[in-house]
């Protein structure tokens, strides 16, 4: 299937202004903690052009979870660390990672089977480990997919979350298993060079008790689908949270270390996303 045009054309305008734009300094902390580059202040912003970047975050049904049917301020398992996480990345793409792309300033949120899904060449899904697909969802994924779209899985822990998550990604793709995407893919290399996989945790969990799993899920590790000419469409992100830390990032309490290395996975994401 063919990828729209203006993916195409923001695929061209992200590569050539992210390889150029940033500064490797402010990158390797040598410019001191980059923290303040994610309190900057939003400055509202007149529409881009067509082809700007768009961070969109799938609502879902969260199947028997209580908080099912609820919006943001219901707690739904899709608007877990909504909206300050999805503001807070966009403020570190514009100011520590100096991209020059025009960013919406607001991030949406979109369901399935809004027509306006294929507009957004990469949508962001959180807790999956509680999503529960109709037949309707995954086919209206499947073509979301096939048609050039990407999906970024994030934020489920232990074996029984794992479980629901390839139960769901079976019925959007039976005939493609998860397979696990070893450190030398281009998805950890195409503009940070990513060499260890972190296990990046929940606020709570680093803070209060020192620990970063959770759930019995102790290996962090990132998972892939992948369509027949091996285009990886889906990323999965096993026992981590990657949502958190771009939430957190801003609080001197949150480690660096985690806060930086989901910034340069999201990064990289979006890079490989709309190039491939």
Not at 112 to 124: A, G, M, Q, R, S
Request: hydrophobic share 35%; net charge negative.
């Amino acid at each position: 299937m063919t990828v729209p045009g203006s993916w195409r054309l923001t695929a061209i305008w992200l590569a050539l202004i992210l390889l150029v734009q940033i500064d490797s300094r402010q990158v390797n902390g040598q410019l001191g903690d980059p923290r303040s580059e994610f309190r900057a202040s939003r400055q509202v912003r007149r529409p881009g052009p067509p082809g700007e970047f768009t961070f969109a975050r799938l609502r879902y049904s969260s199947g028997g979870d209580w908080r099912r049917g609820y919006g943001y301020g219901g707690y739904a398992s899709w608007a877990t660390d909504y909206p300050k996480a999805d503001h807070q990345f966009i403020q570190g793409l514009r100011s520590w990672v100096r991209s020059g792309l025009v960013i919406s300033d607001q991030p949406v949120a979109i369901s399935i089977h809004e027509p306006d899904l294929l507009k957004y060449p990469l949508v962001y899904v959180v807790e999956p480990g509680r999503m529960d697909l109709t037949s309707e969802d995954a086919t209206g994924l499947r073509e979301y997919l096939l048609r050039g779209g990407f999906l970024i899985l994030d934020d489920f822990w232990g074996t029984y979350e794992w479980d629901n998550v390839r139960l769901q990604l079976m019925r959007i793709f039976p005939e493609h298993q998860p397979r696990q995407i070893p450190l030398d893919h281009p998805i950890f290399h195409c503009y940070f060079d990513i060499d260890e996989i972190l296990q990046i945790p929940n606020f709570q969990n680093i803070v209060y008790w020192g620990r970063t799993d959770e759930k019995g899920g102790t290996v962090p590790s990132y998972w892939g689908i992948f369509d027949e000419s091996d285009r990886l469409m889906v990323f999965i992100g096993r026992n981590i949270d990657n949502g958190d830390a771009w939430e957190w990032i801003d609080d001197p309490r949150y480690p660096l270390k985690y806060g930086l290395g989901a910034y340069k996975i999201g990064t990289n994401v979006i890079f490989y996303a709309m190039t491939h």
